[in-house]
C-alpha cells in the first residue's frame, strides 16, 4: 500500500540554525511530491512540489527539497530558520495522472526558539 | 473573499444533531475536495468532485453527505455523529486533476458531544 513516513513528530531548533525535515514514501512507481505547511489556525500552503527533472526543487520562503529516488525520500531544508517558520509541515505523494488523490504524511510539528 | 473559505470556524454539536458545512472557493477552480484532519493521524481524503461529479468517496460513513451544487461551493452534511468524528474538516480546491497544487481553506473545527 501506498504511504508517506515522517519519522520525526516534533523538532525544536535555535532561529538562525539549519533546519531538514524527512519524509519516506513507499510506492510502485515515482509519484508527484509535495510539502506543505501549517500554521495553527490556517489552512495548508503548498510550499514546493516536484513531478519531474532537476531532483533539487525550490519552494517559497526561502525551503528546499531534494529527491532521491534511491532512498525514496523528500527531505525538506531551510538554511536559517525564521521564528515565523513555526509551523506543522507534511509532506505529501500523489500518483502519476491523479494529483487530486494525495496522501499525507502524519506531519512534523516545528518549534523555533528565540 | 478571496482564496478557499469555510463556515463555520468551530461547531460543536449533539450526536443527534443535523449541521451542515459549507465551503466556498474564489479561484475559478473545477475540482474540490473534502478532507478529514484528525490529531496523530494523516489528513484523509474523503470526497473529490469534479464539475460537480462526485469522482472520488473514500469509504466514508453515509452520516457524511457531501453536495456539490456547482464548481464553487461544496457543502459537507452531518448527520448522527459520533464522538470519532470530532477533528479538522478542511476543504480544497485545484484545477483540474493533473499535475495542480490543491488550496486549502482554514478548515472546520468540529466537536461531537
Known amino acids: 500500500a501506498q504511504s508517506v513516513t515522517q519519522p520525526d513528530i516534533h523538532i525544536t531548533v535555535s532561529e538562525g540554525a539549519s533546519l531538514e525535515l524527512r519524509c519516506n514514501y513507499s510506492y510502485g512507481a515515482t509519484p508527484y511530491l509535495f510539502w506543505y505547511v501549517q500554521s495553527p489556525g490556517q489552512g495548508l500552503q503548498l510550499l514546493l512540489k516536484?513531478?519531474?527533472?532537476?531532483?533539487l526543487v525550490q519552494g517559497i520562503k526561502g525551503f528546499e527539497a531534494e529527491f532521491k529516488r534511491s532512498q525514496s525520500s523528500f527531505n525538506l531544508r531551510k538554511p536559517s530558520v525564521h521564528w515565523s517558520d513555526a509551523a506543522e509541515y507534511f509532506c505529501?505523494?500523489?500518483?502519476?495522472?491523479?494529483?487530486?488523490?494525495?496522501?499525507f504524511g502524519t506531519g512534523t510539528l516545528l518549534a523555533v526558539q528565540p | 473573499e478571496t482564496g478557499v473559505t469555510q463556515t463555520p470556524r468551530h461547531l460543536v454539536m449533539g450526536m443527534t444533531n443535523k449541521k451542515s458545512l459549507k465551503c466556498e472557493q474564489h479561484l475559478g477552480h473545477n475540482a474540490m475536495y473534502w478532507y478529514k484532519q484528525s490529531a496523530k493521524k494523516p489528513l484523509e481524503l474523503m470526497f473529490v468532485?469534479?464539475?460537480?461529479?462526485?469522482?472520488e468517496n473514500n469509504s466514508v460513513p453515509s452520516r457524511f453527505s457531501p453536495e456539490c451544487p456547482n464548481s464553487s461551493h461544496l457543502f459537507l452534511h452531518l448527520h448522527t455523529l459520533q464522538p470519532e468524528d470530532s477533528a479538522l474538516y478542511l476543504c480544497?480546491?485545484?484545477?483540474?486533476?493533473?499535475?495542480?497544487?490543491?488550496?486549502f481553506g482554514p478548515g472546520t473545527r468540529l466537536t461531537v458531544l
Open positions: 480544497a480546491s485545484s484545477q483540474g486533476r493533473e499535475a495542480n497544487e490543491q488550496f
Open positions: 505529501a505523494v500523489a500518483p502519476r495522472g491523479a494529483t487530486n488523490k494525495l496522501i
Open positions: 516536484y513531478f519531474s527533472g532537476d531532483t
Open positions: 468532485y469534479n464539475f460537480k461529479e462526485q469522482t
